[in-house]
């Protein structure tokens, strides 16, 4: 289906119009039509369309049925009616909200599929779109992907307006402004940005607006297609724009001066200028004390036995061995004899096979999911060492590298040190820890060369900002996050003022 | 896409050249030196990892593998090792160097020179010598506690150089520095195969509560530059690692004022050696500051008289100053090398002297007058009072 282009306008005929529909959407029966009579003598022909599912019956029948055929019964109204119906329905009888006038069939045919009620009446070629939306969605549940022990257990939801309504909850503000495009020429999806004026850069709210209506896609089905259109770099492993399920996050992004995307039909809401810290943050960091904040720490050390563990393993046992303590080198010598591979085969088939069991566990039917674990944990653990086909001590490094890699909050970025994991691997194997430097300095370089919406990807580390390494490796105490960070956006910048908590200084007369 | 072609190519052409996988290393844990000849013998004790680690152990198979070969050089040998063991040697790991009696009086200086230019080869073993025996039978054999032996002698040599004294752990590096040094000679330390070398190298070695062969330090080798001078008893070592200020701790006998025996163990010990020249003769003073805890009362005393802690402290000073004494003595006219480094102390203290002496010092040294002081104080008694020898001589 092609955009028409220009748009057809709407036909003076009740009929002609009903026609037309009806052609034009194949008579796809959960498209109800209704033709019915209004005013004293019945002499008023109107039609009320909606599609079955998406607009809520029964506003339609309360506030549109009734008010149409029976309210307006026996009242003066019918008198006006009749002579100048449209305005007339639309200022004093329709009982519904939100209302809009349509007088083309694009207009007509978008607000009938997004689930508005749609009045015509014979001899005008205009109508009302009434908003009547309403269908069966999942509602606000807990967030699957990014658990926290404490902290708002709500997640985000299909409905674009749910969505919105949960970040609006969280900040009732008028400078929490939203606009929204509708995205993709066939789906129609609405898309959403929503920014804190006055606190939001505004040249990045000017570069996402840009980048969205430069769009040109016939459908968007997840925020993910959206990320893939408008983010900065394709060619890195690493993402340069955050999703998130919750909306607590969002509206802690919102507050530092980032842009939201929210996409109908998907709980994941995309946040930028996204940068490589905040994907070892953890919405949590925040609500615990800040002590909690050192676990930050933790994560960056997983971030780096994840990349690194098997690499730095095969380096040592096949190009270092002075490196080892005598003890240990005899030990995994011992474990080693007999083993056919060199290290860094059987480094590969371990991690492959534990990417495979991954993935398998992720897609499986939950059924059937311990079935996996229990075969994962044999085939892997247990029956390859005793077969001698891995040592021991490679299945201890995978398992460690893996349980790392879950150990990060992002699981984006969780994908992006598999990935790099398997360059360093071999790197490793064929370069020692020269290789490993190698790649990582090159890792350094590309990570500073990547840029999310104008912001450079690394800050606050490079460029190093002082003051933003309050909130980056550990978390300060709320009373010591005075300000935003300085390279999301410039404009008030000032986040807080406390003094740090004190205890009550003891008075006079107060006994101890 | 061409980028991506030439980082490929670029990693597997020069990847790998020289990747070894642990189960291809045959870990060298010990090097025994040896001359036959006008020969090397070189003997290099390597690890059988499979019988070392502890799960798979108990295959009946010896924890360690000597190989030997001869060889014009020491690296010639090494190599020819090949032809008998299934694997490169590696060398990062040795623990320990043994250098035969004979080698060490024909003098080892050649052979350590591969030693310290390898690459391979880490400088943190310990260099000992093989007293009245070959390297290779110090090698052969198994001990117990310790399944490789090379460790057990590392640990052993360590373990009594700190609470007992008289051995000296010599890396290469020190031995080095020793041997280039005009104003000092090096001292290693002596190892020795207790019982017959033939049983030592059989499991029954360590079936048996009682091994029957036993790897032993005793003493420390005197050199006169890499040549093996003589050896010091025991006491005369400890008295060199008194002089050196290498005491950890040690334990040193006294004589009670009445009869029987005290010990006292040293918990702290500080030398300080310096050198004057006095109407053109050169002089030493010794001043070696220790502290000590009665840690073993053999006869009766009275212990809870102040009085008579001042004096076992004179009779401890007087124990050390003879211990040094008798060490320098012996060194003196015995053997007329300076192990003790003397010569460095004049060097420091008077450049100008030492200028004049220093191409014929071990004669100086020979009649170097040297004085000791020793100030010993001790701190505690233990966790008793008065010896229950007081009570039973009742």
């Given amino acids: 289906m092609g955009r028409p282009e220009k748009a057809e306008s709407l036909k003076k005929s009740l009929d002609d119009n009903i026609q037309h529909v009806k052609e034009t959407l194949g008579n796809s029966n959960d498209i109800v039509i209704r033709e019915i009579r209004i005013g004293k003598e019945q002499e008023i022909k109107a039609g009320v369309f909606y599609t079955d599912g998406l607009a809520d019956a029964k506003t339609i029948q309360s506030y549109v049925m009734e008010s149409l055929m029976l309210d307006i019964r026996e009242t003066d109204m019918e008198e006006k009616l009749s002579r100048n119906p449209l305005i007339h329905l639309k200022e004093s009888v329709l009982t519904i909200g939100s209302l809009q006038d349509v007088s083309d069939f694009d207009a007509f045919f978008s607000s009938l599929l997004s689930g508005d009620t749609l009045i015509l009446v014979d001899g005008f070629n205009q109508g009302f779109a009434l908003s009547t939306a309403g269908w069966e969605d999942r509602g606000v549940q807990e967030p699957t992907s990014q658990t926290v022990v404490r902290g708002p257990r709500e997640g985000f939801s299909e409905n674009l307006r749910t969505n919105t309504a949960l970040i609006r909850r969280k900040i009732k503000d008028p400078n929490l402004w939203m606009e929204t495009k509708v995205v993709g020429r066939v789906t129609k999806t609405n898309v959403s940005m929503m920014y804190m004026n006055g606190i939001v850069n505004d040249k990045v709210v000017e570069e996402v607006r840009t980048r969205l209506d430069r769009i040109d896609i016939d459908g968007i089905l997840e925020s993910g297609y959206i990320e893939e259109l408008i983010q900065d770099e394709t060619y890195t492993p690493f993402p340069t724009v955050y999703n998130t399920e919750r909306p607590d996050v969002i509206a802690a992004g919102l507050l530092e001066g980032r842009v939201a995307i929210l996409v109908d039909g998907t709980p994941f809401v995309l946040l930028v200028p996204a940068l490589f810290t905040q994907y070892f943050q953890s919405a949590e960091d925040y609500y615990q004390r800040s002590d909690f904040g050192l676990l930050r720490m933790l994560r960056y050390l997983a971030l780096f036995i994840g990349l690194l563990g098997p690499s730095l393993y095969i380096a040592i046992t096949t190009f270092h061995q002075e490196m080892f303590p005598t003890s240990l080198l005899i030990s995994l010598a011992a474990q080693r004899e007999g083993v056919p591979f060199p290290a860094f085969v059987e480094a590969l088939m371990m991690e492959v096979t534990f990417e495979i069991l991954r993935e398998a566990g992720v897609r499986m039917p939950r059924a059937v999911g311990q079935a996996v674990s229990i075969v994962g944990a044999l085939v892997i653990g247990q029956a390859a060492v005793e077969a001698g086909i891995v040592s021991a001590a490679m299945v201890i490094v995978v398992s460690i590298t893996a349980i790392a890699n879950f150990s990060v909050p992002a699981f984006n970025m969780g994908i992006s040190i598999r990935i790099s994991r398997f360059a360093l691997m071999g790197l490793a194997a064929s370069f020692g820890l020269f290789g490993i430097t190698v790649g990582l300095i090159a890792f350094v370089l590309h990570l500073c060369s990547l840029r999310s919406f104008g912001v450079p990807y690394m800050a606050p580390m490079a460029p190093f900002v002082l003051a933003d390494q309050k909130d980056t490796i550990f978390r300060l105490p709320q009373w010591a996050l005075f300000s935003r960070p300085r390279l999301i956006s410039q404009k008030n910048v000032i986040r807080e003022q406390n003094p740090p908590t004190t205890k009550p200084s003891l008075r006079k007369g107060d006994s101890q | ?394």
Avoid at chain 2, 69 to 75: A, L
Avoid at chain 2, 91 to 113: C, P, Q, S, T, W
Avoid at chain 2, 119 to 134: C, G, N, P, S
Avoid at chain 2, 197 to 225: C, H, M, W
């Fill in chain 2, 1 to 394: 896409m061409l980028l991506c072609i030439l980082i490929v190519v670029l990693v597997i052409s020069t990847g790998c050249w020289n990747r070894r996988e642990l189960n291809e290393l045959a870990i060298i844990m010990a090097f025994g030196l040896d001359k036959a000849g006008e020969q090397f013998v070189v003997t290099a004790q390597v690890v059988n990892p499979g019988q070392v680690a502890a799960k798979e152990g108990g295959g009946g198979r010896s924890p360690v593998v000597t190989f030997q070969k001869r060889g014009d050089t020491i690296h010639e040998a090494i190599r020819k090792i090949t032809t008998v063991s299934p694997r490169k040697l590696y060398g990062a790991h040795v623990r320990m160097v043994v250098i035969g009696e004979d080698l060490a009086k024909e003098g080892f200086g050649e052979a350590l020179d591969l030693l310290s230019r390898d690459a391979e080869i880490r400088t943190d073993f310990f260099i000992v010598v093989a007293k009245e025996e070959k390297a290779e039978d110090v090698l052969h054999v198994l001990t117990t506690l310790e399944q490789i032996p090379a460790n057990k002698m590392y640990s052993s040599l360590e373990a009594s150089a700190n609470a007992w004294a008289p051995s000296a752990t010599v890396t290469l590096d020190q031995l080095l520095s020793d041997l280039v040094s005009k104003g000092k000679h090096p001292v290693l330390t002596g190892i020795q195969v207790k019982g017959d070398s033939e049983t030592g190298g059989r499991k029954e070695n360590v079936e048996t509560i009682d091994s029957p062969v036993r790897l032993q330090y005793s003493g420390l080798a005197v050199f006169k530059k890499d040549q093996l001078a003589g050896w010091l008893n025991e006491k005369e070592s400890k008295g060199y690692n008194y002089i050196r200020d290498q005491v950890q701790s040690t334990v040193d006998d006294v004589i009670c004022p009445q009869r029987g025996k005290l010990a006292l163990e040293v918990i702290r010990s500080k030398t300080e050696i310096k050198g004057k020249v006095v109407n053109g003769r050169p002089q030493i003073v010794i001043d070696v500051r220790t502290e000590e805890n009665i840690s073993d009362v053999e006869c009766s005393i009275d212990l809870t008289r102040n009085e008579t802690i001042q004096e076992l402290e004179k009779l401890g000073e007087q124990s050390i100053k003879d211990i040094i004494a008798t060490s320098v003595h012996k060194v003196q006219k015995k053997y007329k090398v300076d192990i003790f480094g003397f010569g460095e102390v004049i060097r420091r203290s008077n450049p100008q002297y030492w200028k004049k002496v220093e191409n014929n010092w071990d004669q100086e040294f020979a009649d170097l007058s040297v004085q000791v002081k020793v100030d010993v104080k001790i701190r505690r008694i233990g966790s008793a009072g008065n010896s229950i020898l007081n009570e039973l001589k009742e």
